[in-house]
């Protein structure tokens, strides 16, 4: 049997930059291949490449048969008879790629309109018959919505459901639930390994994460640097990776990270304790004074918490829960609307005027590597920035302090004089660590640090905080909605959601006997990389 | 970064002036103020390029002359809009609350009049003159400034590298002054070249309308003014501080787009 595609020799060119190099596959009918590999590696590009997607200063070279047909040299007319309705993709960020002003029915019904025969009441069926099979519950009511009432989910699920409308043959899904929170993105790859099943879907699934194609996939390849490193069925590939950088790879996986054993911490008092804090966003208008309501948006309902010297705690929640307020009302960003937050002991107030001396004690290190450090400013600059403005050193000694600090997060020292634009993610998060580091903090609260960050990077910059933390006694507060990660660093953790504390105790309890049922759907949602074992 | 031909075009262009503007003496083939009435209303020659205005004086070396004077009017005018534009903008977006309300809504009190009635108003009241013109420039030209910088300061607020450096503990002054600024500086800069043309065109329409620069002095608006009167036997007297106004006006409005063209690709 011939494949249903097959790429030979693909190579994409962007000026002198080759983002695929030389890449060949076959696809059989019913497959489902994964292309795994860390951001800049040519996957994506690979698949809009197939699609004929990319703009046109890429020089593309190869071939890409579908059904015997070249989808490369094919004339834009007969392509867009191909496109949509016998191959269709899916992106990442589905709020981008549904238009704001349409309703979701009719965003679904536009390929049925384009490629089918179906007229009127066949359409509206055939669009509630799709929604149902994505499992969008309640299928007429959400098919009058504008994608902003959707959550991200849902969003995702819509977009599935636009592509199968034509029943296609391939099906494109490029990176589809990177941009959701663990359990939708569970629900979702839940949804496509379904319907390959039911639908006999062939599927080209692309993710950096192995272990969401490792859930819908049976073939794999491996990219990195434009080039495919490695190929074949998954679970050959898990278990006996063939190359170096397949089993880097694997071994940056969360899964195959050893567990720490904690040492036992002290009973004695907190270093860092919070106490009924709430926090509001917008203010109590005059209707809700009179409606006796207490306005506003509460993002954090009731928390409390205390972390001791030496501990890490980890804060867990899917987006929305309230838990990226709360870390920046410890360092004085957000003022909590009640509750207060005490300090070695003492009531502290990152807000108010004592608060140089309290922020030099806790630091907090940002989401977006890239985002945190001024564009204007040098990595030099950047991190004796605090250096001088505080006096934290003499000032002869600053230019060996910065010295001093890069080293201790392993950057290369020549990239002293680099900006931030030249630097790669990681590089970017180090600096942010080193310039909070200058501060000698005793306590550092990292927000999502990981999850801008390719596994590769992930695990080295955990490594990184482990050591630090090892070596000045540090206190973390770990933020993040990977709750793999969560379980290698923390020796306790809390659970929120929607602004409250749902579940909290040390790691090693919470996640082998979780009380509440939401802390086991969040834990079964951590992708692995096989398929059931835990 | 990688030059656009626009920006090099429009640099080569003002560079160009500047240098007539420097060497005026050296170019000017007359005295810019010479009377001569044995050769009144001259077409363009050999010994008069441009021609010759209704009292003989040599137009080349008017219009050369008059190089100085724009620009000196066009970038002197722009500093006081630019300086206080910026630094109202910037608090107002950055701080918001109440100083935005007072600032945005002086703002609003200044854009419904088109700009150059009120800077002819505020002139007409003032009294002619280039220090008049300037005064009405910083009262009304700010507000273009001081939405653009609040624009970016609202934005530049919320980015993380503005968080950071409040939970380094740093003052608002110094973030504004450090982190804020630098990082709006690129739009303020472009708005800035269109902001020198057009206040170089408006200084030469005050000129012109008898408001600006008072005869004889040597600069354009007032030449063209002059030559109306003989437009259709003499156009070379108005037609040539034309040109050259328009010259000088492409020459900034190109580097302005081609600066914004440059930055849009390096983000």
């Known amino acids: 049997m011939t494949p249903l595609l097959s790429v030979k020799d693909l190579t994409v060119r962007f000026g002198a930059t080759v983002a695929v190099d030389d890449v060949s596959f076959d696809l059989e009918r019913g497959a489902a291949l994964g292309i795994v590999g860390e951001s800049g590696s040519g996957k994506s590009v690979t698949c809009r490449a197939v699609m004929r997607l990319l703009p046109p200063s890429a020089q593309i070279s190869g071939s890409a ?84 009432q959707l959550s991200g989910g849902m969003k995702q699920r819509a977009m599935i459901a636009g592509a199968l409308a034509c029943q296609p043959d391939l099906l494109l899904a490029d990176e589809p639930t990177t941009a959701l929170d663990a359990t939708v993105q569970k629900s979702v790859l839940d949804l496509l390994a379904q319907l390959r099943r039911e639908q006999n879907l062939t599927m ?138 005490f300090f070695d002991g003492q009531p502290a107030d990152p807000a108010g005027p004592g608060r140089i001396a309290y922020l030099r004690e806790m630091q907090l290190i940002y989401q977006h590597p890239s985002e945190a450090l001024s564009p204007r400013m040098t990595v030099q600059a950047a991190i004796a920035e605090p250096l001088r403005r505080h006096r934290l050193c003499p000032r002869d000694a600053v230019q060996g302090r910065v010295a001093e600090l890069m080293s201790q997060v392993d950057l290369d020292p020549d990239l002293i004089t680099r900006f931030p634009g030249q630097l790669s993610g990681g590089q970017c998060q180090r600096v942010a660590i080193a310039r909070a580091l200058a501060f000698d903090p005793r306590v550092l609260i990292a927000d999502e640090v ?65 009380a509440e049922a939401y802390t086991r759907a969040l834990i079964d949602a951590i992708p692995h990389l096989k398929g059931d074992v835990a | 970064m990688k030059l656009s031909p626009m920006f090099v075009t429009g640099v080569a262009l003002v560079v160009l002036w500047c240098v007539i503007a420097l060497v005026a003496p050296k170019l000017a083939t007359h005295d810019p103020y010479a009377i001569d009435f044995a050769a009144i209303l001259q077409p363009p020659g050999a010994e008069h390029w441009f021609g010759t205005d209704n009292v003989g004086r040599d137009t080349y070396s008017r219009v050369i002359f008059g190089a100085r004077l724009a620009l000196y009017i066009g970038l002197l005018g722009v500093i006081a809009p630019m300086l206080i534009g910026m630094t109202v903008g910037l608090v107002a977006g950055y701080f918001g609350g109440w100083i935005d309300v007072v600032a945005m809504r002086l703002v609003d009190i200044t854009v419904p009049f088109p700009f150059f009635v009120l800077v002819l108003s505020i002139v007409a009241v003032l009294g002619p003159g280039i220090e008049n013109y300037f005064i009405a420039l910083a009262l009304v030209g700010w507000v273009g400034y001081a939405r653009l910088a609040r624009a970016e300061a609202l934005v530049l607020r919320r980015a993380e590298f503005v968080l950071a450096a409040r939970t380094m503990g740093f003052s608002s002054g110094y973030i504004l002054l450090r982190h804020v600024l630098p990082n709006s500086l690129s739009s303020i800069v472009v708005y800035l070249m269109t902001d020198v043309t057009l206040v170089i065109l408006f200084g030469a329409a005050l000129g012109f309308l008898g408001m600006g620069v008072s005869p004889p002095a040597a600069e354009w608006g007032v030449m063209i003014a002059e030559g109306q009167t003989y437009i259709s036997s003499a156009w070379w007297i108005s037609f040539f501080p034309g040109l050259a106004m328009v010259l000088i006006g492409v020459g900034f409005a190109l580097i302005g787009d081609g600066l914004a063209r440059m930055l849009r690709i390096e983000r």
Request: proline fraction near 5%; aromatic fraction near 6%; charged fraction near 25%.
């Open chain 1, 65 to 148: 048969s579908f059904e015997g047909r070249d989808l490369l040299q094919m004339p834009e007319t007969e392509l867009n008879r191909v496109r949509g309705k016998r191959i269709a993709m899916i992106f990442q960020n589905p709020s981008s790629h549904l238009d704001p002003l349409m309703r979701i029915g009719d965003q679904v019904a536009q390929t049925l309109h384009k490629h089918t025969d179906l007229k009127g009441r066949a359409i509206r069926d055939e669009v509630l018959r799709l929604l149902d099979v994505v499992r969008i519950p309640d299928s007429e009511r959400w098919a009058q919505a504008f994608p902003h």
């Open chain 1, 450 to 514: 990981t999850s801008a960050l390719d596994v590769t990077l992930q695990a080295q910059v955990i490594d990184l905080l482990l050591r630090l933390q090892k070596e000045r006694g540090l206190t973390m507060i770990f933020i993040s909605h990977d709750l793999a990660v969560i379980r290698r660093l923390c020796s306790s953790v809390i659970v929120m959601r929607e602004g409250r504390i749902v579940e909290a105790g040390p790691t090693a309890k919470v996640f082998d006997t979780p």
């Open chain 1, 204 to 341: 080209i699934f692309v993710s950096h994460d192995l272990g969401a194609v490792a859930r819908v996939c049976d073939d794999l390849l491996v990219m990195r640097w434009s080039r495919l490193v490695e190929s074949g069925p998954v679970s050959r590939v898990i278990d006996a990776p063939r190359h170096d950088y397949t089993r880097k790879l694997l071994a940056s996986h969360p899964d195959r990270l050893k567990p720490r054993a904690f040492a036992p911490v002290g009973q004695g008092a907190p270093l860092v304790e919070a106490r009924g804090i709430q926090i509001r966003y917008g203010s109590r208008m005059l209707s809700d004074w009179i409606a006796g309501r207490e306005g506003g948006f509460m993002a954090v309902k009731q928390v409390d918490f205390a972390v001791r010297q030496g501990e890490t705690l980890g804060i867990v929640g899917e987006s929305g829960s309230g838990k990226s307020t709360l870390a920046r009302s410890l360092v004085g960003l957000v003022k909590p609307y009640r509750g207060a937050i």
